[in-house]
């Protein structure tokens, strides 16, 4: 009989599984995972690009995506070291653009807000543009090999300005005019809020609404109840529901005098119908007009009576409108 401790005795069988035990030809297969590992360095084998390439690029991408300028900056030292002037020129590369974008920014929105079109585009321009070199040097320098020629590489950076421009800066043309909206009066330009509740609109306010263009039924003749851009800028007078008597040198709302506007009708009454907002049109243009008066009395009776639906806002108050006030 053999010992256990007898060194000539043979080592034990190793533990098997039940399909090895029942079928002895087949070997256990290598779990989901490790096969979709084994692909995965398959992959990375057979690409130019390392992995530790590809990490430090995606954590730098964040605030290169939000911060313009900040793919200037010496993220990593290479081997061999730059000199510490060519790092401190970087920073200083970064410094300006960032500071240059919020300028950039700061006009753009002036330009918005003060219809300068030409100023508004070429902001934007160019604040897509320094952006867009930001993010394209941080992408090219980490992730991309050195030796790769030029023509791929403005390539590569004039699609990501593209990218840039599509995904950020085009819904930001789109989301200003959910903020304000700027109106040419006759008084200058007024900034409107259109996220103004009609909740919130009382007698005596001034808002802004569509006005579209109107005919007086005589000869087909147009004239032009609103400012420019298509909107009017003017005060409230009645709310929907309220009763107006007009008189030759005042107007009485619900009995409340009230200041009478030059070109309002000089006597009789009217109920401001459900949904309307009672606006008279102070600044109105003719445009060939060859009706008579009554025609025109008419006309601007039916435009004062403004839709819930044409109101647009209040405007902004404060630096943004210094004499956000219509003058009559």
Known sequence: M?????????????????LAAT?????????LGNRARRAWYSILRHTPIHLQTVIRTASGLLPALIVPGYGFLPRHIPSPPPPPRLRRN????????????????????LAYLRMDTGSYRSALALMTALHGASLSH??????????????????????????????????LTHLAPRIAIPLRTPDGVVVIDPRTSLADIRRGDTVAYRAPIRYTGYANRAIRTNQSDGA???????????????????LEVNGLAQ????????????IVPASHY??????????NNTGNAANLDTLLQQAALVPEKEIIGKPHTGWLNPNPQPQP
């Open 23 to 31: 079928h002895p030809i087949t070997r256990p297969r290598a779990g």
């Open 138 to 171: 941080h992408i090219l320098t980490t992730l991309l090999p050195r030796d790769l020629c030029l023509r791929p590489r403005l390539a590569l950076a004039l699609a990501i300005t593209l990218g840039l421009f599509l995904a950020a800066y085009l819904p």
């Open 259 to 270: 200041p009478r506007i030059p070109g309002m009708p000089q006597s009789g009454e009217q």
């Open 90 to 109: 970087r920073r200083i590369i970064a410094a300006a653009v960032f500071l240059i974008w919020i300028l950039c920014l700061a006009g753009w929105t």
């Open 278 to 287: 009672y606006i008279w049109p102070a600044h109105f243009r003719a445009r």
């Open 232 to 250: 009017g800028v003017e005060t409230v007078q009645a709310l929907p529901g309220d009763r107006i008597q007009f008189f030759p040198y005042r």
């Open 2 to 18: 053999v010992s256990k401790t007898d060194p000539a005795s043979p080592p034990p069988p190793p533990p098997t599984t039940w």
